[in-house]
């Protein structure tokens, strides 16, 4: 997996996500797969020792899907409509069929008049399939001072 | 009249201004933020001497301490000289806190230690004292809740907290060693009124109907959610209460299947130790039963599935400041740790499966009002259950009685 493989993988999952095509992003996740977002104070703190906003296991993660599906997530309908720019990847660390990247993100969202702007980075453990990267490890973190006014995470960051 | 009641009619509304009003916020801010005891933080939040943290606390910017004798402090953080944030840093640990503006330097008992060119003020010694770090007049602290108010008139604090204070310590008892804040606070804002996010905690006639999609996800684990024989209390000075024994397992306590198989050998342990602990009916009010309490103003307590502190600061009529701390029992294991935070964060905060929709829920009447306003239907209503309660029955936690107590007590605190 080299640094192109993981943008490619990379700009898709952000169109999945931008198109609301849950199931297929869901796929992206290795079975046992995790995704977590850290609070805004985050020192390095691990998700099994302090708070975070989302510390999902795999299944959380679908769970979150078939929440964000049904029109009975309220937070979600109607969607938002969100934008998502990912740039500044790097491949930090190769392991045996793992990879440790990172990415810079920039997400607009947009719903009931308001914009709200999502920065940070991502810090992904990807594992090399034959049908290309999956997620082991998810990890969007925000580089924000704290969710501004209406900014909550009812999407995927 | 904002607070709008006929007990003889069984009817209960709220004027919709208190929401949106900018006239009714200032009045809240001096007669509310201003005069009575407020939650500051946690003890366990600056455990060492020399802790800090700032944090803002009715609109003013506080520093939150122990001092080097370990004691307790809260300062208003601005220089007494010409009013500069004095601690910029957001948490660390300091002897001392020096202005960068002129350097003058305090220490963190609030002593001006330090005076640069101190010579060029005629009597230096009364100067220095007259000019040491404001401390916030009234500090106490009730099981590790650290209460402050920014007026000295003032009754004591369980005075204040009242029956409260008993909910308190039976979550504070949960733990052989106590509980104890993490790292990691959520901190995030919702373009709503502050009251509303109090009526949404003590509303438990929302959760089915708001939560659809999470009691979905409970009853693919195998859970199923019930509100029957479930009971809100009025605990008197705005406080509120719900006892819930129908939404959730405990952590530690009550087992539910999402917690696995691991988690129920240890509840049988566990309640074993609390009993020994605490006596048999003690360990069962402390465990049993979930409850989120509320403390007039700006404290909730949610003790469910696990435990969430949640403090609300007003900024606007249409804005609230949210801080969310996750509270756990010192010295758990790891594994029960680490289930702990996944299972109350998969429900609370702005990214969970559920908190979402409760500030979809407040944001929506935030915009929704603007629809009646200037017209004869800018009213909330808030009657539900009052036929039960005037019959003499107890208060169902899906009924409206605990708003009625929370906004009976604001109209009187306002003069309303």
């Not at chain 1, 980075?121 to 969710?147: C, K, N, Q, W």
């Not at chain 2, 957001?90 to 350097?103: I, P, S």
């Not at chain 2, 403390?295 to 400041?321: C, H």
């Not at chain 2, 908190?355 to 017209?375: F, K, L, N």
Request: hydrophobic share 40%; with cysteine; charged share 25%.
């Amino acid at each position: 997996v080299n640094r192109a493989d993981v943008e490619d993988f990379l700009y898709r999952e952000a169109m999945l996500l931008d198109e609301w095509r849950l199931d297929e992003w869901f796929a992206l996740f290795e079975e046992g797969g995790r995704m977590e977002v850290p609070t805004t104070d985050n020192q390095g703190w691990d998700s099994g020792t302090a708070g975070y906003f989302v510390a999902d296991d795999y299944d959380l993660i679908r769970a979150r899907v078939k929440r964000l599906k049904s029109r009975m997530a309220h937070a979600e309908n109607p969607r938002s409509r969100t934008h998502r720019m990912v740039s500044n990847v790097v491949v930090l660390e190769r392991g045996e069929r793992t990879v440790r990247v990172t990415a810079n993100f920039a997400i607009h969202r947009y719903r009931d008049g308001g914009a709200y702007t999502y920065v940070g980075r991502y810090e992904h453990l990807l594992l090399a399939t034959p049908d290309g990267p999956r997620f082991r490890l998810r990890r969007a973190v925000p580089v924000m001072e704290s969710m501004d006014p209406g900014a909550r995470l009812s999407f995927i960051l | 009249m904002v607070v709008d009641e006929d007990r003889d009619a069984l009817t209960f509304r709220v004027h919709r201004s208190a929401y949106r009003s900018l006239e009714v916020f200032r009045r809240e801010m001096a007669s509310i933020w201003g005069a009575t005891w407020l939650y500051l933080g946690h003890e366990t939040e600056i455990p060492s001497p020399g802790d800090f943290l700032t944090r803002t606390l009715g609109g003013r910017p506080l520093i939150f301490c122990r001092d080097s004798s370990g004691a307790v402090r809260a300062f208003l953080n601005s220089c007494t000289h010409r009013g500069a944030i004095l601690c910029r840093h957001t948490e660390g640990n300091a002897k001392f806190f020096q202005c960068f503006y002129h350097a003058w330097t305090f220490s963190n008992s609030g002593e001006l230690h330090a005076l640069p060119d101190s010579e060029a003020y005629p009597d230096v010694d009364a100067f220095k004292e007259r000019m040491a770090l404001r401390r916030v007049p009234r500090l106490q602290i009730h099981e590790g809740f650290v209460f402050v108010a920014f007026t000295p008139d003032v009754p004591e604090l369980l005075t204040h907290i009242g029956r409260a204070a008993h909910y308190m310590s039976l979550t504070a008892r949960i733990g052989p060693a106590g509980l104890t804040t993490l790292p990691g606070v959520q901190l995030y804002s919702v373009k709503g009124n502050w009251k509303l996010a109090v009526e949404n905690a003590m509303d438990g006639y929302h959760f089915v109907p708001t939560h659809n999609t999470f009691v979905g996800y409970l009853r693919e684990t195998g859970f199923a959610v019930t509100d029957e024989d479930q009971y809100a209390y009025d605990l008197g000075g705005g406080h509120g209460l719900l006892i819930l024994t129908g939404h959730n397992g405990r952590i530690g306590m009550v087992w539910e299947p999402r917690f696995g198989e691991g988690e129920r050998e240890r509840i049988v342990a566990k309640r074993a130790e609390m009993t020994q602990r605490l006596g048999a009916e003690l360990a069962a009010e402390v465990a049993d039963a979930s409850r989120i309490l509320y403390v007039f103003p700006n404290l909730l307590l949610f003790d469910l599935e696990a435990l969430t502190i949640r403090q609300l600061e007003p900024v606007e009529p249409g804005r609230t400041d949210v801080r969310a701390w996750q509270f756990v029992e010192v010295g758990e294991p790891p594994a029960v740790r680490a289930l702990r935070l996944k299972t109350m964060v998969s429900f609370v905060g702005p990214g969970g499966l559920a908190t979402p929709d409760d500030i979809e829920a407040y944001e929506s009447v935030q915009r929704g009002i603007a629809a009646t306003a200037g017209t004869e239907y800018d009213w909330s209503d808030m009657s539900r259950g009052m036929a039960n309660e005037k019959r003499g029955n107890r208060g169902r936690s899906v009924d409206e009685g605990v708003m009625r107590s929370f906004w009976r007590h604001w109209a009187g605190v306002m003069g309303e």
